[in-house]
Structure formats: C-alpha cells, structure tokens
C-alpha cells in the first residue's frame, strides 16, 4: 500500500458545482498534511494547510480525520481556473520529508 | 527574489551521458529536496538535504548523486544517464519554521535517449 493514495481522477465538474475528494494516508504518525495545486506543465505550489479543526480559505475546504486516516479538499462555486491536479502532501512524524499522493486531476467545464 | 531557480529547463541526452542539475534557493532554507515526476507516478523523492553539509536518500536514489554546495546550492547528477531516468525534475526548499511550506523551482525535463 502506498504511504499516500488518491483518486487520480479525472473529476469532471461543471462551472459553478461543487466537487469532493480525498485522499488516504497509511502512517498514524504523521504531523501535518497539506494540499498543494500543480497545473499542467509547472511546478506544484502550496493551496493549503489542513489543521484538525478544518479550514476553509475562500471556496477551498479542507478536512483532517485522524481515526480514518484521510483529508479531504472540498471547492465550492467551481471555476474554470480551479482546472488544475490537487496534490495531497503528509508530513511523517521525522518532520523533515514531505511524501506526496499522486494527485487529483480535476476539469471544470463550462 | 528569485525563489527556487533550477537550470537547464530541458535537455536531452543519450544512454550513458552524465549531466548535473542545478538548483539554488535565495530564501535561506536550510532543507532542500529533489524530486522527479512520472505521468501517474506523482513526486518521489530522489535526494534530500536537511541542511549545508547534509544528504540524505529518498525513494528513488539509484543512478543519482548530489551536491549540496552551500546553504543555497543543491545539485543532482546522473553519472551515466537511462531512458528510465526520462522524467521532470523539481528542486525544491523548505521553510524551516512554522508551517512547512515547501517552494518548487519550475522544473527540468530530461529526455534520455
């Protein structure tokens, strides 16, 4: 089993609906957890953190269940600039290596 | 500033050709990490280097070395390149307080002939 897993996708998602997914983690250790944004051809950057509590930036939501073991990213009112692969990021309990889930490739379409 | 800066963008090479990629960091990270990328593979980690002086193998560290130069300067290198090793590298750096945001440079894509 991966350390990290997600759905790849891709969500086809019409403009202005609303889209959900998650992504699993294996070591019940793990420290902190983010979702990172990498669109076609460039470098991923952050979009993220996910804190226990959940927390929202904007139309981003995002959730941490730790008996589970999964986040979850949830985008509201989508638009088609949110076309992009979402990458789930755990930190392990070391704290100094980040391992990456493959992504989630989400299209939003007019 | 610059951020995370990586050269060259592309390159191709040809079976059992050596190259070294560069990658330097002006934020004054002390962590820095390289990284490749396969379609449906996602980032796995090549080589990482906690701090100036330090390296430390990742996931995928056969056929690479590196060099970390000084505090900004991370390098990889393939001694004797692979069609296998055809992929997109990222360098990338860590912020070492607070919340580890990790800042990419935009990536090298090699094409092992």
């Known amino acids: 089993r991966k350390e990290v897993e997600q759905d790849p996708g891709p969500f086809n998602v019409p403009e202005g609906a609303t889209v959900a997914f998650n992504c699993t983690y294996s070591?019940?250790?793990?420290?902190?957890f983010f979702w990172y944004r990498q669109d076609c051809r460039k470098e991923p950057k952050l979009l993220m953190s996910?804190?226990?509590s959940g927390n929202e930036d904007g139309r981003f939501t995002a959730q941490l269940n730790r008996a589970s073991q999964y986040i979850s990213l949830l985008i509201r009112d989508s638009k088609l600039s949110d076309s992009a692969t979402y990458l789930c990021?755990?930190?392990?309990?070391?704290?100094?290596?980040?391992?990456f889930g493959g992504g989630t490739r989400v299209l939003v379409k007019p | 500033n610059a951020g995370v800066t990586q050269t060259p963008k592309f390159q191709v090479l040809k079976t059992g050709q050596s190259m070294t990629l560069q990658c330097a960091q002006d934020?004054?990270?002390?962590?820095m990490y390289w990284y490749r990328q396969d379609p449906g593979m996602g980032l796995r980690l090549i080589y990482y280097?906690?701090?100036?002086?330090?390296?430390d193998k990742g996931e995928v560290p056969n056929g690479y070395n590196v060099s970390r130069l000084n505090k900004r300067e991370f390098s990889l290198r393939l001694e004797s390149a692979a069609p296998s090793q055809t992929s997109v590298y990222f360098c990338?750096?860590?912020?070492?307080?607070?919340?580890?945001?990790?800042?990419f440079g935009p990536g090298t894509r090699l094409l092992v002939l």
């Open positions: 990338a750096s860590t912020t070492t307080s607070g919340i580890k945001t990790q800042y």
């Open positions: 070591n019940s250790a793990s420290q902190s």
């Open positions: 996910v804190y226990s």
């Open positions: 990021v755990v930190i392990g309990a070391a704290g100094n290596k980040l391992t």
């Open positions: 934020m004054n990270h002390n962590s």
């Open positions: 280097s906690a701090s100036e002086g330090t390296t």
